[in-house]
């Protein structure tokens, strides 16, 4: 379970967390949602310990990830915002291993995992593939292979369908939906919930460096345009 209490961050003199509380069970599907600025990255970059709190905690299974970050770095998969800016090879293959290499496991371990984690977003005909000749909605797979490659127990991505047109942006939320029946956790930041809200089971809206909102997606959806998020039914 990933268990945040009380966290605070500020940038300089702007305060952007100020006391957020929230648990994740092992398992959950779960959107975080809220306007431009109101601090959903700087909230997930404190989950595997990119940014060191002010005050307050993170813990993943009762260890506090700035005690031990490589701890929560191979629990907690990120994708970030411009997965582009996330590649480190030139090849889809090679991307891949990064992570496993990194965590000095053998060839053919390397090999098991880079081969499911292409598996599991529809790429495994794709490891010879130079990154940059793949399209948005490819390369938003692969950055999410990179981080199942660390077969985390969970995956939080940051603006995944950012950019994507219609059927890349439904490919990459199936094999979101596919993640999560097979148990791993989900954390989708978001500030538009189109395709979204029916998919998760939880919703959690960050407001003025709070949790103003954190219940099932259905019951939330007439309470967003008052946190400045549009309802995904209008
Ligand atoms: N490195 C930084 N230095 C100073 N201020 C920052 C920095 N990173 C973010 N901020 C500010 O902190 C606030 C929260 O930013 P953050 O990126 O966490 O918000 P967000 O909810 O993820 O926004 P978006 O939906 O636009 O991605 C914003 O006002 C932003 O300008």
Redesign the pocket.
């Known amino acids: 379970m990933i268990a945040v209490r009380d966290l605070r961050y500020q940038?300089?003199a702007?305060t952007?967390l100020d006391g957020v509380t929230l648990s994740i069970p092992d398992g959950q599907y779960c959107l975080l949602v809220?306007?431009?600025?109101?601090?959903?990255?700087?909230?997930?970059?404190h989950l595997n310990a990119l940014l060191t709190p002010d005050a307050g905690t993170v813990t993943v299974d009762g260890t506090d990830v700035t005690d031990d970050p490589v701890v929560a770095r191979t629990q907690i998969g990120m994708v970030f915002?411009h997965p582009r800016d996330q590649f480190v090879a030139a090849t889809v293959g090679a991307d891949v291993a990064f992570g496993p290499e990194n965590l000095g496991l053998d060839r053919d371990e390397i090999d098991r995992r880079v081969t499911a984690a292409l598996d599991a977003v529809d790429l495994d005909g794709a490891r010879e593939r130079r990154i940059d000749a793949l399209s948005g909605g490819e390369q938003a797979r692969v950055a999410i292979a990179g981080a199942l490659a660390m077969e985390p127990d969970y995956l939080v991505l940051?603006?995944p369908l950012v950019g994507l047109d219609w059927p890349a942006r439904e490919s990459v939320l199936d094999h979101l939906d596919a993640l999560a029946a097979d148990g791993t956790g989900i954390i989708v930041?978001t500030?538009d919930l189109r395709d979204l809200h029916e998919r998760a089971d939880r919703l959690v809206a960050?407001h003025e460096g709070q949790v103003a909102l954190d219940v099932p997606p259905a019951e939330a959806l007439d309470s967003l345009p008052d946190l400045g998020i549009r309802d995904p039914r209008c």
């Open positions: 940038y300089g702007v952007v809220g306007p431009n600025g109101c601090g959903k990255t700087t909230l997930v970059r915002q940051d603006e930041v500030h960050l």
